[in-house]
């Protein structure tokens, strides 16, 4: 097994419009930055997004992919994509960006569309690459839908579903709670909560510590936030490794029991082949040669009625 | 001048040795695996429990074809050693 060398850090690229306080790149420099990831950071963000990363060949299709479904999401209506979260039970803050909800709404893969607006079915179908004008109905926007789920997903997700009442009848499930809740709302200034209250402005940091203490408490507030940041993009750099780790070695497992049991099969052929020839050779001592080697030599007996 | 089988000799002999090797190549693999992974240290506990983790996600599906045919020639490798039982007793 080959370890891949480390990459070198690379700022992750920010979200369009600047989820958990990044820094929103502009729609010209994006992909620019999105072509210096790796193919492994590409696939993940094409999978955040709901692309299906082995649709497209090379990194330069997947970067231009990426940049215009970021373009797309920016011009989604934002009540519209809460739509979808809701009918997908996703959980999100009230407060979530448009990137933060695009991002949960591939996540919701139920394929029962009952209670969910038309703006939100449109929404949907455009992240699930569903062609859509616009101007469909609601029973049109469901069978495009159904009809982009394909045979084995459906056969699959039926399977899934049939499991799933009986395990759901096996041990009495309680009805959930219909109302869909937001999350607790995120905080603007990150995980930190030094440096004075959240949303409070340097007029009233600088009112409560003085100039030099409310600066400096300005000063620590926007360097834990990105730290923070930093913290967040590291430990998400480091899941992804291990995943892509866990990954390969699977691959690798997998690729090794297929070899043994090749061998196997390989040395169970000799032995049946050699077994093959000792039968005949025997067939031929005995019946034909007539050497037993100490056996009786088979006589025909005919019976006669 | 002895009576020798030559193909009863090649036979057994064959049998005899690859038995032999087959036998002692596998218990060495085991024994060096049970070494390895026996080691008290914390990281080779991890090892040891991602290893088994391993061994219990492996799906049979991937090698279904495979197994089938091992079976099988299995399968036809002990109707021959009947078969040949019964040629030898002068049976068939």
Redesign the interface.
Known sequence: MTMERPEPRKQLPGPPEGGRGHSSPSSSESPRRLAELPRDELDYLAEEYGLDCTRFKGAEELVAALHQRRQLIAQMDREAMLDVVKWGRRPIPANATKEQIAREIPRARSMRFAGLSARGLIVLAMLRDVPVTGKETIPDLVKKLKKQEGIFTKLNRKRRAFIGSLVSNLIGEQPADANYQFLPPQPESGRSGTGGAAGATIKQDIEESGLFGGIAGRIRKSADQYLNQKLDEIEARIDRKLDEIDRR??EW??KE??NR??I??IT??A??I???L??V???VK??VVGD??G????TIRKIDR | MPDV?Y?QLF?WS?GTVVTIYATVITLQSLWGWYVWLAGSDKYMSLLRRYVIL?GL??RIR??WG??A??GL??V??LL??R??GL??????
């Open positions: 070695l699977t497992r997998d029991i297929a049991i090749r196997l099969k169970l052929w032995s049946v050699v077994a093959a000792a039968l050779y025997s067939y005995v019946y037993a080697g056996a009786p030599t088979p | 089988d193909f036979r064959l391993q996600r492996v991937g090698f495979d197994v045919i091992s020639l299995c036809a490798f021959m050693w078969l040949h040629i030898e007793a002068g049976l068939l």
